[in-house]
């Protein structure tokens, strides 16, 4: 992989009183508004790319500035409220902010994407163990780690289904490339919700709205349950 190159990208807004992401990396590039940008520095954080504050004012218009305008071949996203990285197998275990372990799991599923061809790959959203199966899947919910694979990756953006635009690049790359590659054994351990910065606060219909586009979309493929406010993947391979 001497010929191809990694970035790695932490998305951020309005949590530089909480700086997390950066702990677990060897070396990252924090992504923020310049409105905000001083605010971060203040915080301690080493690296920052300030972008126009109507550029990236949404998760998805920030997520696909980075996709768009990142030098590297390989691009990784990680949200900004990681507290941990998790190893699941039988069971959860800490990888206790080891950031040359971490990061080095960030470079071997780039290497993996690199040699078979996948354009996007995702950890999943939850980390309970009964859920894991084995070591990877090929389909699923996106959790706080993105990778994408600019030389392969197919999809683009869609601001009618925002609120799901990572379960939208799944759709598209399924279609497009027919598989996504999800290291079911590494997760993350996130923080709720619920901070100045978190998407706690969208509006419902707005979400709502999102939803129902998606099923317009992608038909019998996708599926919301309201009551648990959990997605589904219904591709069947």
């Known amino acids: 992989m001497s010929d191809v190159t990694l970035g790695i990208y932490v998305q951020s807004y309005k949590r530089y009183d909480t700086i997390?992401?950066?702990?677990?990396?060897?070396e990252c590039t924090y992504v923020v508004r310049k409105s905000e940008e001083e605010l971060y520095r203040q915080a301690g954080v080493?690296?920052?790319?300030?972008?126009?504050?109507?550029?990236?004012?949404?998760?998805?218009?920030?997520?696909?500035?980075?996709?768009d305008n990142a030098p590297e071949d390989?691009?990784?996203?990680a949200d900004d409220d990681i507290e941990d990285a998790i190893y699941r197998l039988d069971s959860n275990v800490l990888i206790g902010k080891d950031k040359e372990v971490i990061t080095d799991e960030i470079i071997r599923i780039a290497q993996?994407?690199?040699?078979?061809?996948?354009?996007?790959?995702?950890?999943?959203?939850?980390?309970?163990?009964?859920?894991?199966?084995g070591?990877?899947?090929?389909?699923?919910?996106?959790?706080s780690m993105k990778w994408v694979n600019k030389a392969v990756f197919k999809a683009r953006p869609d601001e009618n289904v925002k609120f799901n635009y990572?379960?939208?690049?799944?759709?598209?790359?399924l279609l497009y490339n027919r598989i996504v590659l999800k290291p079911r054994y590494l997760c993350g351990k996130d923080k709720q919700d619920v901070n100045?910065?978190?998407?706690?606060?969208?509006?419902?219909?707005?979400?709502?709205?999102?939803?129902?586009?998606?099923?317009?979309?992608?038909?019998?493929?996708?599926?919301?349950?309201?009551?648990?406010?959990?997605?589904?993947?219904?591709?069947?391979?």
Do not use: H
């Not at 997390?20 to 060897?26: A, P």
């Not at 390989?74 to 996203?77: A, D, G, L, T």
């Not at 990572?166 to 790359?173: A, T, V």
């Open 20 to 26: 997390l992401t950066q702990d677990l990396f060897e």
């Open 46 to 67: 080493k690296k920052i790319w300030a972008v126009d504050d109507e550029k990236i004012n949404n998760a998805i218009k920030t997520y696909w500035y980075i996709i």
């Open 74 to 77: 390989i691009v990784f996203v």
């Open 112 to 133: 993996l994407m690199y040699d078979l061809r996948v354009g996007y790959a995702c950890i999943d959203a939850t980390s309970t163990p009964f859920n894991y199966d």
């Open 135 to 143: 070591e990877f899947a090929f389909k699923g919910t996106s959790g």
């Open 166 to 173: 990572d379960i939208d690049l799944i759709f598209q790359e």
């Open 196 to 237: 100045a910065g978190g998407d706690s606060g969208k509006l419902r219909q707005e979400q709502i709205d999102s939803i129902e586009n998606m099923k317009i979309k992608w038909g019998k493929y996708f599926g919301y349950n309201y009551k648990s406010n959990k997605p589904r993947i219904k591709v069947e391979r």
